[in-house]
């Protein structure tokens, strides 16, 4: 194993310090001064900061990658490098690659995504375990994660165990969610994809799972849907599904009609934004790492975002290269893109990009000669080190890279091209041409210095579409790959930027700008005699309005002369877009099918996948989602994500103020019925291991009990309960208990008597003060809030208390709006999504 070791600095700022200095750099944008402070400046555990602005975050990357450049020939300086990088102007490394590249205080990998699974699909409690654990060891690191869930048995078939029957999938879907949602505390991020084949027996109930609130919170899911599937859904046929799936020789078969299921899966899309789609056919057709599937490269599954499909134990880092500053003299008559140096820049992000895997390698041998030093057993840490030796093998192997693109939109608005017009879908596809045609080219030559990636074999990849699509292209490209191999297994993706792109200060991605031009509120400070206020809210608090405008539709507005102060009505802003480049071409304006359609042909020349989201109005039918899918797949894409406006998994929202909706307030009966459905949700504190029994009505949070659940007081279920029955029965002096009932493995009742004698008796006392709010239809977030507003004694009370917020977040409805300013970048804009607290202006999400 070859470490590296990086030297710490001597000299640290304070947070005040650095965001002044980032604030003069981002020329007094707060928004991308705080994101940058907070997610990517070198920082330690005890919160020193290391770096002022970004440019010496760039300085630390242009070292390390300098330092891999010699030692292959014709390196590039650091100096060379740093120009490249500085400013977000050219070429964004994305994520973990910018936060970990030279950062001498955390051992993490430098991948943004990985896919994992078991050898031979095996679907025994100890490879389902297995997954489990290495997804956990994978997000502690930063990393998000994806696997497949197809190879489980469906329910209801023979397993050799007490059990005596399968109880499918859905029961495997809400374990690794809650390992998610575990995980992603205390400054961890959790990100997971979950999917499964359109073939798979359980597909329906995969199809479901999320709809119920609170269910599976902590995975995004797709369905892999197959070619055959598509065109029995086009001729309303009969679909066969499988166990194994698309076995000649299944244990188990279902014959089932497609459009039944389609119209499900429509539906479910049209109500809260999942299923996604991954058209598998499509995927493995197209991909060139599958032509070496015999030797390990066959793809399962996606990354989080959709946006790279992946082997097991295969990762990927990201790089975006920002469209907008190959356009000279923007929002000019004469605005043109300069092809020339952006194949340039293409070309050197490629071998920058294969330095990161060699600093990548480091990383993986730091995390991998850390795990030998730690003091547990080898058998505690078997697969902990097991997972990162194979994710090791195959980066040293393949040497996947991700590049991508930024700022699509300002680039179209920049040289006069309405977004989602034919003409802007043509010049966007002569984009990724040229950028498809630069980077094979870059790994190609590099080869020729470095050498092939390890398994690299022109015969196993010469038919394949994308492959070919290259050679018809540029001949010359194809030939210089026969003779010199290529230094990558796979290149390009389009993924989201996010706060990429509040760092660009550019649209994001492939993406149109959300709003060119939109006000925002802040509020006023009561001992501000001088300040001006335009809005006085329900409970008495001041607030200023003021014009946010994105930054290049005011760098559009520079160039023209316009001006505008914050006092402007909407009125007169309005007029002002009608005449800017961004008219008619935002999230909301452009054509749908347009957009499926500009997919479709962009993913021609991106061999990876792309991640593009189709917003929709709330007043669209669910039959038009599924024209949209059809299209889709139609037109070639490899996914689809549809957002309805309001549609309950969270979506961009207009400034539109909205009232509440005083008729969602539940009518629970006055008294308590016998008998209530439960959940039993699971969480950890610090080290303290916490569990809630929730009994529900219509789905919905009627009482909670919680406490610990490990202490002597406490009380122990099995890990896979996750739902039961709360029994409201009379003791024999005539006062009343609770108990719990629950199926085991083989179908029979097991009952838990009195929770009240479980639990400690404060807590229990609290519980019942909390349920009386609840059943008398207090909407949830207001129960959180006044939840959080107990002023309690105890630590162990205030822990408690942190539990059941933890609990009841969960039942939420997406989109409400929260109290409080986000830690990230101090917007009042938080919103519930998924039981986490959303900033709608930073993205950023906090789920504890």
């Given amino acids: 194993m070859s470490t590296n070791t990086v030297e710490k600095p001597t000299s640290h700022y304070t947070q005040d310090q ?18 940058w402070v907070n997610k990517y400046a070198l920082k330690d555990s ?58 001498p205080y955390q051992i993490v990998s430098l991948s943004n995504c990985f896919v994992i699974g078991n050898e031979g699909a095996s679907d025994s409690y100890g490879g389902i375990m297995k997954i489990d654990q290495e997804q956990v060891q994978l997000m502690k690191r930063r990393g998000g994660v994806g696997h497949d869930l197809s190879h489980i048995r469906p329910r209801g078939s023979e397993v050799k165990n007490s059990a005596l029957t399968s109880t499918g999938i859905v029961p495997f879907m809400e374990r690794y969610s809650n390992s998610t949602r575990e995980v992603a505390q205390d400054g961890r991020r959790g990100a997971l994809m979950l999917s499964v084949s359109i073939n798979h027996p359980d597909a329906e109930d995969f199809i479901d799972a999320k709809m119920e609130q609170g269910k599976v919170t902590g995975a995004n899911v797709s369905v892999k ?32 009609k497609a459009q039944k299921l389609w119209k499900k899966i429509v539906h479910n899309a049209w109500k809260s934004a999942e299923p996604g789609i991954l058209f ?17 490269y066959k793809t399962i599954s996606t990354n989080p975002c959709g946006e790279i499909p992946l082997c097991p134990y295969d990762s990927c880092r990201l790089l975006a290269i920002n469209l907008f500053s190959y356009v000279e003299n923007p929002f000019t008559d004469q605005a ?27 990383k993986i041998d730091a995390i991998i000669k850390k795990i030998d030093a730690d003091p547990e057993s080898d058998e505690i840490k078997a697969t902990e080190r097991n997972l990162w030796v194979n994710i090791r093998t195959k980066a040293e192997e393949g040497r996947r890279t991700g590049i991508g693109i930024t700022a699509e939109g300002d680039m179209l608005a920049a040289l006069g091209i309405r ?9 966007s596809v002569e984009v990724h041409k040229t950028m498809a045609i630069a980077a094979y080219k870059a790994s190609v030559y590099t080869a020729k210095e470095r050498g092939a990636f390890a398994i690299f074999d022109i015969e196993r990849e010469k038919n394949n579409p994308f492959i070919q699509r290259l050679k018809e292209a540029d001949a010359q490209l194809y030939n210089d790959m026969v003779t010199y191999g290529r230094r990558n297994i796979a290149l390009l993706t389009i993924a989201p ?276 709010t609840l059943r008398h239809g207090m909407p949830i977030d207001k ?57 709608q202006d930073c993205g950023s999400s906090k789920c504890g």
């Fill in 497 to 772: 930027t996010g706060t990429t792109s509040l760092m660009t200060q550019t649209s994001s991605g492939i993406e149109p700008v959300f709003l060119p031009v939109y006000k925002r509120r802040r509020k006023v400070n009561p001992n501000d005699k001088d300040a001006r206020v335009d809005f006085v809210d329900e409970v008495g608090d001041s607030w200023e309005e003021y014009v946010v405008f994105h930054h290049r539709f005011k760098q559009w507005m520079e160039v023209n002369n316009i001006k505008v102060d914050d006092n402007c009505s909407q009125e007169e802003l309005d007029v002002i877009v009608k005449q800017s480049p961004y008219y008619k071409a935002t999230s909301n304006d452009v054509d749908w099918l347009s957009k499926v359609s500009m997919q479709g042909a962009v993913q021609k020349w991106v061999d990876h996948s792309i991640s593009v989201t189709i917003n929709l109005p709330n007043d669209v039918s669910e039959d038009l989602v599924g024209d949209l899918y059809l299209k889709a797949w139609e037109v070639g894409c490899k996914g689809v994500t549809v957002y309805r406006d309001g549609s309950r998994s969270g979506v961009l929202i207009s400034n539109d103020d909205k009232e509440q909706d005083t008729e969602s307030l539940t009518n629970f009966p006055t008294k308590r019925p016998q008998i209530l459905e439960a959940d039993v949700v699971r969480f950890q504190n610090n080290k303290e291991k916490w569990i809630a029994f929730i009994g529900k009505i219509d789905g919905k949070p009627y009482e909670i009990f919680t406490g610990l659940a490990d202490d002597e007081d406490g009380i122990l279920i099995p890990r896979w309960v996750a739902e039961g029955l709360i029994i409201k029965n009379r003791n024999e002096d005539g006062t009343s208990r609770y108990d719990f009932q629950y199926k085991n493995k083989r179908g029979y009742k097991t009952t838990i008597e009195g929770l009240s004698h479980k639990f400690n008796p404060e807590y229990w006392n609290y519980a019942k003060l909390i349920s009386s």
């Fill in 280 to 296: 598998w056919d499509t995927i493995t057709r197209e991909s060139v790492p599958d032509c070496y599937a015999d030797l390990g």
């Fill in 419 to 427: 977004y989602g017009s034919k003409e802007g879908n043509a010049f």
């Fill in 783 to 839: 129960v959180v809030d006044l939840i959080n507003s107990l002023q309690l004694d105890s630590a162990s009370i205030n822990t408690w208390k942190n539990g059941v917020v933890r609990a009841l977040k969960r039942f939420v409805e997406d989109g409400t709006k929260a109290k409080g300013k986000c830690t990230n970048c101090n917007s009042d804009k938080l919103i519930y999504q998924e039981g986490c607290l959303t900033c």
């Fill in 336 to 362: 043109t893109f300069n092809f020339e140096l952006f194949k340039e820049h293409v070309a050197s992000a490629q071998r920058i990009m294969d330095d990161i895997i060699d600093l990548e390698l480091e």
């Fill in 18 to 35: 650095a965001f002044k200095a980032s604030l003069k750099y981002f020329k007094g944008d707060d928004l991308a001064a705080r994101v």
């Fill in 225 to 256: 849907i197959d070619n055959g599937f598509m065109q029995a859904v086009k001729d309303d046929t009969n679909y066969i599904q499988k166990y194994p799936i698309f076995s000649h020789n299944p244990k188990y078969s279902k014959d089932i």
């Fill in 46 to 103: 005890q919160g020193h900061i290391y770096e002022l602005t970004p440019d010496d975050m760039h300085k630390r990357i242009a070292k390390e990658i300098a330092r891999i450049e010699k030692r292959y020939p014709n390196p590039m300086s650091e100096d060379q490098v740093f120009s490249l990088i500085k400013n977000f102007k050219y070429i964004v490394p994305q994520g973990s690659p910018m936060a970990g590249i030279g950062n």
